[in-house]
């Protein structure tokens, strides 16, 4: 079955660039579904970052936009998030999901500090 | 962007009890709407997709029904590994929203 791992520094800087990738295993990241990033800050709700479609295709939250890139690299079936000009707001645990009938299958999450 | 709303943010219960969770949309969403389960410091879990359809390996206590505006999540009789928060979200447009969340607690 299809699992998902999310990588990458637990710690980044203000004003920083947060990249953290996300790993399929047990199933192809070319199959018929979107690629999702979802986040939570401490103590509080899900908020949607984007997805991505193995052609490259990409959605992003508006409210994030300008800051998010989401990418695709199918040789070794996974897919990466770069948020940019970080701010303790930022601060959340990230989560990498699989679209297919909403979020079915989500990685176990990777918390992100931002801080000096 | 479409507001989701849950009520209530907190819910007291009882082992057995019967217990309903609504979620509103501030738009229409048609059926497009999905439940998830989060247990402390868990990734969440899907249990319900487009509104009514339960997820496989979800216990059938739990059940989802609405549309357009108006959804609830039931679970018949809560069970001990039922206290958690529960989460809508809406898959109808973009940007992917949810709710503010509900969370069930021992009573």
């Known amino acids: 079955q299809v699992q998902l791992q999310e990588s990458g520094p637990g710690l980044v800087k203000p004003s920083g660039t947060l990249s953290l990738t996300c790993a399929v295993s047990g199933g192809s990241i070319s199959s018929s579904n979107w690629w999702s990033w979802v986040r939570q800050p401490p103590g509080k709700g899900l908020e949607w970052i984007g997805e991505i479609y193995h052609t490259g295709s990409t959605n992003y939250n508006p409210s994030l936009k300008s800051r998010v890139t989401i990418s695709v690299d199918k040789s070794k079936d996974q897919f990466s998030l770069r948020l940019s000009s970080v701010t303790a707001a930022d601060t959340a645990v990230y989560y990498c999901a699989r679209v297919l009938r909403a979020f079915d299958i989500w990685g176990q999450g990777t918390l992100v500090t931002v801080s000096s | 962007d479409i507001q989701m709303t849950q009520s209530p943010s907190t819910l007291s219960a009882s082992i057995g009890d019967r217990v309903t969770i609504t979620c509103r949309a501030s738009q229409s969403i048609s059926s497009w709407l999905a439940w998830y389960q989060q247990k402390p410091g868990k990734a969440p879990k899907l249990l319900i997709y487009?509104?009514?359809s339960v997820q496989s390996g979800v216990p059938s206590r739990f059940s989802g029904s609405g549309s357009g505006t108006e959804f609830t999540l039931t679970i018949s009789s809560l069970q001990p590994d039922d206290f958690a928060t529960y989460y809508c979200q809406q898959y109808n447009s973009y940007p992917w929203t949810f709710g503010q969340g509900t969370k069930v607690e021992i009573k």
């Open positions: 487009k509104a009514s």
